[in-house]
């Protein structure tokens, strides 16, 4: 069971995902979970001290899908983080705002993101690496393992946002293949072959 501050954080994540963080009202953030603005008062002072704790959980959620890295050799390993990244953009949405806004109101939260982004494409270069060692993906030169990176980590990052402006269907079998495909192309035999028995039955 949730108490009140955690009511109060995920009411607020609910509402920045619908409206943005700038159009929410403490009224609004009140009545989501039936509570007084006096009441809401009590736990958070004002707006920013809401949005501070709605971000340490952000922060502290990404911190968690970055330490679940290369757990297990396989591809079933990155495949799990896939699904953590998608859980987390499709959480909180309202992320997108943030990576685009060139003067965050919060400074820190902004020099946080980019840490977060940094650390994220400097896993997946990581992981390509791994798996070219073991021999799961063709060799490349050095540059073309940073382009591939770069584009799994857009697709991660801007999947979600982009299917919902189209109005098409956010699932996380699809946002998977469309992460997938960017490495599929670069597939040894062994690697076509362990995709094929490990990833694809999940697709199914």
Do not use: C
Request: neutral net charge.
């Amino acid at each position: 069971m949730y108490n009140t501050k955690e009511r109060i954080v995920n009411a607020s994540i609910k509402l920045f995902n619908d409206y943005g963080i700038a159009s929410v009202r403490l009224q609004q953030i009140a009545d989501e979970i039936g509570i007084s603005v006096g009441n809401l008062a009590y736990h958070y002072k004002n707006k920013e001290a809401i949005i501070n704790s709605v971000y340490e959980k952000l922060f502290e959620d990404f911190q968690q899908i970055l330490g679940a890295y290369l757990k297990t050799p396989s591809f079933l390993d990155f495949d799990s983080q896939i699904s953590y990244y998608f859980d987390f953009f499709k959480n909180y949405q309202f992320y997108i705002t943030d990576l685009f806004a060139t003067e965050h109101p919060l400074p820190e939260v902004r020099q946080k993101w980019q840490e977060f982004m940094n650390k994220m494409i400097f896993q997946i270069r990581k992981r390509l690496d791994f798996h070219a060692k073991r021999g799961d993906i063709l060799p490349q030169p050095e540059a073309t393992y940073d382009i591939i990176a770069e584009a799994i980590w857009i697709t991660i990052v801007f999947w979600i946002p982009q299917q919902q402006m189209r109005t098409k269907p956010v699932t996380e079998t699809r946002f998977k293949a469309a992460v997938w495909n960017n490495i599929r192309p670069y597939l040894t035999e062994k690697g076509v072959s362990d995709f094929s028995t490990l990833i694809i039955p999940i697709f199914v």
